[in-house]
């Protein structure tokens, strides 16, 4: 039986879930009670808990779950059988148990993913993408808006806001019925006060980016950098396995970073840690957009690449892709770059060379510090054969063949589709950490 101190209110099923309180002595509980630890923060922890259980081993029984949570089945029942009435587990069918009685059968659960829905954004310097998902991360609508600098970060941030109501309403959902908002956003972030710092190329100001969101939508608000809201959709839904520990490089118009450690981002003190596009590789190299010179970001990403092509576009630099794209800059593609490379074209070469060359010799700087078990590689450039091979042909030049085999994989997420970034975020945030509980009061206090 459970004890009952007189610390908790009478009602049954908050007098459940507390581990320490199952069977615990008088003296844990006055160590429980003098933490100021509250009933709904540990029946929270554990409807947490039961989450996090089903998500990793897929549908369990309630005994299951007791023998995992080293909770009684007894508590187990009152809390599952509330987490059932609420809609956000359900019963999915019967298993015969095995070393039981003949016959003798168990009711397995697992969560109803599409009990509530989340959406996720995605704003970087070329575009914002913004998804509505359910709690699996499946995207149900998917829309991209171009980002308008013409106006200020605020007034920007409210259209976002109006053009995902837009999407709710003809989605048919209401708004109570989504849990949080996921927001990824380039540059650097204040994670406590939901700010963007810096976010490069887009503003240099400071920006109250969950404050204007959450007051514009009335819903709760999530931000992070991007890059470390795709590392988090990279080890929830890639289909590769082993991400616990993890260097995930995305490489797009500039070049960034996440550093997962036991299914955690490492942030560093100052949530800087993972900027490996503003690592200087070359003192004498172009100024980046940080306003150092030399950064990684400068000399290989895909817009430092594109910026020093057109830059040497000419009939006398570059004779073969100037005949294969009639002298026209907009005919400029991955597929007649890559013939005009392998036809000998040597200034296009050098621009592709190089740029492979600083960024394999960047990762394996992160590789060395880190001893990550996978570094995934993000990004529509890795999907080109040509800059794919020359940065494993550079990264094989520094690390053994049989390594790099285990040790490099492209990303299976869709880059076109990069608001799961903020899907994974908000889903990480209101739905597991909080065990599923109500977000509408943390709604209430932003009206407040
Ligand atoms: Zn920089």
Request: hydrophobic share 40%; proline share 2%; with cysteine.
């Amino acid at each position: 039986m459970l004890k009952n101190n007189g610390l908790f209110d009478d009602k049954l099923s908050d007098k459940i879930g507390l581990k320490q309180l199952n069977g615990a002595e008088e003296g844990e509980n006055e160590m429980v009670r003098n933490k100021g630890i509250n009933m709904s923060t540990i029946k929270q922890e554990n409807r947490a808990s039961i989450l996090k259980i089903l998500k990793t081993n897929g549908a369990a029984s309630r005994k299951d779950i007791a023998d995992i949570i080293e909770l009684t089945p007894a508590a187990v029942t009152i809390i599952v059988n509330e987490m059932i009435q609420e809609g956000i587990i359900k019963e999915v069918g019967q298993l015969e148990e095995k070393d039981k009685r003949a016959g003798r059968r168990k009711m397995l659960l697992n969560i109803e993913y599409s009990y509530k829905h989340v959406i996720g954004i995605n704003i970087e310097s070329d575009k914002v993408s913004i998804g509505i998902a359910n709690l699996n991360g499946q995207i149900i609508h998917h829309h991209v808006m171009q980002l308008d600098k013409t106006i200020a970060p605020t007034q920007f941030l409210k259209k976002i806001a109006s053009t995902c109501m837009k999407i709710l309403w003809k989605q048919n959902i209401v708004r109570e019925n989504v849990i949080g908002v996921g927001v990824g956003i380039v540059g650097r972030v204040d994670l406590v006060s939901g700010s963007s710092k810096h976010a490069y190329g887009l503003w240099r100001e400071e920006v109250e980016v969950k404050r204007t969101l959450e007051h514009a939508l009335s819903i709760p608000v999530v931000i992070d950098n991007n890059v470390r809201a795709l590392a988090l959709a990279e080890m929830e839904y890639a289909s590769e396995g082993n991400l616990d520990n993890m260097l995930f490089v995305k490489c797009g118009p500039g070049i960034g970073s996440a550093m997962i450690i036991n299914r955690e981002i490492y942030y560093g003190t100052h949530s800087m840690a993972g900027e490996i596009g503003h690592m200087v590789m070359d003192d004498d190299g172009p100024i980046c957009k940080c306003g150092q010179r030399g950064c990684l970001e400068a000399l290989a990403s895909q817009e430092a690449m594109i910026k020093r092509l057109l830059n040497d576009f000419s009939k006398e630099n570059m004779p073969i892709l100037y005949a294969l794209t009639r002298g026209c800059r907009e005919s400029i593609s991955f597929a007649n770059m890559e013939l005009a490379y392998e036809s000998g074209e040597t200034m296009l070469q050098s621009i592709i060379d190089e740029a492979t060359a600083y960024l394999a010799r960047g990762i394996v700087n992160v590789i060395r510090v880190y001893d990550p078990k996978k570094v995934i590689l993000y990004g529509e450039i890795f999907k080109w054969p040509l800059f794919h091979a020359r940065v494993l042909y550079r990264l094989r030049q520094i690390i053994s063949d049989d390594i790099l085999h285990e040790l490099i994989v492209i990303s299976s997420l869709e880059s076109e589709s990069d608001c799961i970034g903020g899907i994974a975020l908000a889903i990480r945030t209101y739905f597991y950490k909080i065990g599923g509980m109500n977000t509408h009061d943390l709604i209430k206090k932003i009206n407040l």
